[in-house]
T-cell receptor, first 114, second 115 residues
Framework: GENVEQHPSTLSVQEGDSAVIKCTYS??????FPWYKQELGKRPQLIID?????GEKKDQRIAVTLNKTAKHFSLHITETQPEDSAVYFC?????????????FGTGTQLKVEL | GAGVSQSPSNKVTEKGKDVELRCDPI?????LYWYRQSLGQGLEFLIY????????KSGLPSDRFSAERTGGSVSTLTIQRTQQEDSAVYLC?????????????FGPGTRLLVL
């Protein structure tokens, strides 16, 4: 089955700096890669996703890049703000039209310091 | 509109007892998923339901775990003879699962503590 590895497990940056979180996946058939943000005690929320037919996607301060050959994808947050502090999870799945079973990474605790 | 809801929000039980966790998905969502999140860990897939198809139970950790989805809407996850290692947050998610609408929307979770 699919295996997703995520690093770093913790990341501390100064406000205004950029943050990068990296994930690798094992199943070359995976074609859908979402990123979720989970604040303490709250539910995970989708922040951005990418499908395997594109290499990069951007939404304001957040971008995701995908390298299918190397089977890795990354989340980039620019101009970080204190409200970006949370745990971020990457995930991978194979979209079949019949379901979307996500395999998650173990999470990155991002702390944005003033 | 209303998001995914789950009940109870917290459940404390004694080892060996059975528990039932409930999930109300977003209205109209055909796909429903259960995940488990242990302390400081990622989310672990348990089971999913897609329309009228047979559920994918490949993530259930043992035969003590089972789930139902009645009428294509509400789902219950049942854990029989609970063990301390079952302590975790159980998250439910739903999605439209059609076309490009694959986003899974999560509920707030049920925090289960087995003493």
């Amino acid at each position: 089955g699919e295996n997703v590895e995520q690093h770093p497990s913790t990341l501390s940056v100064q406000e205004g700096d950029s943050a990068v979180i990296k994930c690798t996946y094992s199943d070359s058939a995976s074609n859908y890669f979402p990123w979720y943000k989970q604040e303490l005690g709250k539910r995970p929320q989708l922040i951005i996703d990418i499908r395997s037919n594109v290499g990069e996607k951007k939404d304001q301060r957040i971008a995701v890049t995908l390298n299918k050959t190397a089977k890795h994808f990354s989340l980039h947050i620019t101009e970080t703000q204190p409200e970006d502090s949370a745990v971020y999870f990457c995930a991978a799945s194979i979209l079949t039209g019949g379901g979307n079973k996500l395999t998650f990474g173990t999470g990155t605790q991002l702390k944005v310091e003033l | 509109g209303a998001g995914v809801s789950q009940s109870p929000s917290n459940k404390v039980t004694e080892k060996g007892k059975d528990v039932e966790l409930r999930c109300d998905p977003i209205s109209g969502h055909t796909a429903l998923y259960w995940y488990r999140q242990s302390l400081g860990q990622g989310l672990e897939f348990l089971i999913y339901f897609q329309g009228n198809s047979a559920p994918d139970k490949s993530g259930l950790p043992s035969d003590r775990f089972s789930a139902e989805r009645t009428g294509g809407s509400v789902s219950t996850l049942t854990i029989q003879r609970t063990q301390q290692e079952d302590s975790a947050v159980y998250l439910c998610a739903s999605s439209l699962s059609s076309g490009n609408q694959e986003t899974q929307y999560f509920g707030p979770g049920t925090r289960l503590l087995v003493l």
